[in-house]
């Protein structure tokens, strides 16, 4: 829908300046799997020298992030696939590390657990604490930051190497959240 996704667009360019002007906290937030297979879009070798990195299932490390447009973060590792229940207790927790000076507002995707009858049942508890979620349009992740910051993981800080084994792949990309703004970093230039 063009219109909502306009309408949302310029919603989020409103946030994002009361965000700069320091009057509120506008996080971007969403979930990524990372796994073993490499997803490299190329890669290089020698001449006469030969890389082989097998598939393989598992080996994953699943992330659920909240990153700012200046790359303040906070990172969750978690194991099983996300639920509702895992997702309300992540967020919690996130929200109870927040600084209580100024409203929170959290952008996120119609995950079906994400938006579902647990989390909008607390949605009022948190307006009154000044927390909102922002829920996007569905099919509308270029308008969650936090889907560039998963990109560049993948596809630009992670190389080769990087797969030699599941604890090096693992190592590598907890070290990339770790240093989000410090050694990596993300111009934003999209629309809003």
Not at 20 to 28: M, P, V
Not at 83 to 95: G, K, R
Request: glycine residues 4%; aromatic residues 16%; hydrophobic residues 40%.
């Amino acid at each position: 829908d063009e219109m909502m996704f306009r309408f949302f667009q310029q919603e989020l360019q409103a946030l994002s300046r009361l965000d700069q002007q320091g009057r509120l906290d506008l996080y971007f937030s969403d979930e990524a799997s990372f796994h073993f297979n490499p997803q490299s879009m190329y890669g290089w070798q020698p001449p006469g020298q030969s890389y082989h990195l097998p598939s393989q299932r598992g080996n994953l490390l699943n992330i659920l992030g909240f990153v700012k447009r200046d790359l303040t973060n906070t990172f969750y590792e978690y194991e099983q696939a996300m639920n509702a229940e895992m997702f309300e207790l992540l967020l919690e927790d996130f929200i109870q590390k927040h600084k209580k000076d100024k409203p929170l507002v959290i952008v996120l995707d119609r995950a079906a657990f994400h938006y579902n009858e647990r989390i909008r049942t607390r949605m009022k508890e948190w307006r009154n604490r000044q927390i909102y979620l922002q829920f996007l349009p569905a099919y509308s992740p270029e308008l969650n930051i936090i889907e560039v910051v998963w990109k560049h993981c993948k596809h630009r800080w992670l190389s080769f190497k990087d797969w030699i084994s599941p604890e090096q792949f693992k190592k590598k990309v907890r070290q990339i959240l770790q240093n989000l703004g410090k050694e990596f970093h993300i111009n934003f230039q999209i629309a809003f």
